[in-house]
């Protein structure tokens, strides 16, 4: 009796694996989407289990876990100092301590943080999630007005900063005291009498846990930390993460294979979402060793990899391009980092990035600060963001839609609904906002989180998040990442992506980097190229770089103006400033940098002189 069953058994077996080969050749993916569902069944299961708890289980509480059962292990080393994971708790219990004792912080209230990448942040975040507290993640490059603002949008009572910031909050201070803040340094002399040593307090305060009682009535649709994003135009905006958020951001670095073994390599800001909610909130989970800098360089990278052991780094795409740009060495290969996880990376980068630094398994994602939904590629496939697989699409109803960037806003039928794009065409994405998928909005700014709202898109009354990025989708279903939308300008009718140009005119070897956008010329529609680019000790050879443009741009979207600069400005997280470029135009009388305008007559860039430029102006000369 037993045999036939075994034979059976094995037959079905056969079955199955045959089976599984067919699946394999028909969906190439069918393999890794299984593994994917998997694993977003797991995380689904752990989270609604974790958000089940009462009192309420938030991501600090996983920290505090980790704590309790490996408290000698190294949570953190910045630059000479090393932290415990006892350490940093301990640590983080006699900050909120001291705050409980010295201000009316309380669970529910928001606290600010303006700091660098440093142990403080860290030990400061922990502490104000101990006591429930929401906590606005200010950036350490925004000064004065600026600075206010983002402050201000947080209905924060209560900033902490450092020995080196404090300078900067005192230009503040007079507002800041007017609205009542109290203002605490994490240092034992403070620059003014209206501000508070936080050192000084924390001396006497005791390091007993802080009792989970007092943040129990902190719910996961609570806001968790406010994170500023620089729109396109105005001020910073403070996209709300909400405390289910965080707790589901713990899950990120286990679902992709990190284990309590790795080291982290954190480069990135904290103060925005990839650093913050990655490199730290996701370690608490797999219980991981954090290496934190202050910030990304390119010459100290791969040596504190082999220093510390890294076997984990995150990524934006810039720092992968500036660390294939320089020199080759020989020891390229000699680290023990196996994966890479971010965003941002453009497939010729990556693919020399791997020629270089060896096999390093890339997890290259998609997902924005206030967006509700996010991809990762899963499958292997350079240049993918993700994979549109059927449980994705049946848990986060998403489409690509036509849009009008001239206009900048999507394309209407005339029942006035969005237009799916075609397979393989570039369209916006748009996410429905669901139970599952929320938009928390910006603080304390309506106005703008509206904005982000799509509504009527498919059906009267559906709202769906405008993400501003516009992807394509192949055959296959894979989800390429096209462009922001604020990264394209419009020229002769044709689009042109900003990123895509820029790719191009760097491979010129000469050029260290560049900057492209589009400027407006009077008398005509749309922008046109223009281009800042920083050059190598080499000259500027003109002739080359026509010839390079010529080749590999199709004429619209050759940049008909350049300007040379020592270095490309960027933003904190290495994002390139444009905005300010745009404003100053090509007019040579305002701008003191060698600017070339790509001559049709002479076919070569010649240096832009004020009586070409007024000949363009007046459209003598013809563009
Ligand atoms: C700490 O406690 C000691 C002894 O009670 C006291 O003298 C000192 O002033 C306290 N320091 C602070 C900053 O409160
Ligand atoms: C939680 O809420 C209850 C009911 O509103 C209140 O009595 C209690 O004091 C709150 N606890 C804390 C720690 O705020
Ligand atoms: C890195 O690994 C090597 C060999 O495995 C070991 O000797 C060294 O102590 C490690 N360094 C650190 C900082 O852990
Ligand atoms: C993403 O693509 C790269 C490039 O092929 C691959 O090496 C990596 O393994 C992929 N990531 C995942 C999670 O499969």
Redesign the pocket.
Known sequence: MLAPCCALAALGLLALGVLALVFRGVFPCWWADALCLKNIVLVLLRLSWRARLRPPFLAVDRFEEQAARQPAKTFL?FERETVSYSAAHRRSNRIAHALLAHSSLRAGHTAALFLRNEPDFICAWLALAKLGCTVALLNDNIRSGSLLHCFRCSSAKVLITSAELQGVVQEILEPLREDGVCVFVMAPECVSPHMQSLTDKMENASDSPIPRSLRANVTLSDPGVYIYTSGTTGLPKAAVISQMRLLASLAVLPSIGVTGDD?IYACLPLYHTAGFLISFISCFDTGSTIILKRKFSVSQFWKDC????VTVIQYIGEVMRYLCNTPKAEDDKEH?VRMAIGNGLRADVWKEFLSRFGKIDVREFYASTEGNMGFINYTGKIGAIGRANFLLRKLFPFALIKYDTQRDEPVRDASGRCIRVRTGETGLLVVKITKLAPFRGYAGNPEQTEKKRLRDVFEKGDVYFNSGDLMRMDQDDFIYFQDRIGDTFRWKGENVATTEVSDIITQVDFIKEGNVYGVQVPGHEGRIGMAAVAVKEAEFDCTKMFNHVRKHLPSYAQPRFLRLQSAVELTGTFKQVKMKLVKEGFDPAGISEPLFFLSESEQNYVPLTKTIYDSIVTGSIRL
Not at 306 to 309: E, P
């Open positions: 080393v080291v082999r220093k510390h052991n023990k």
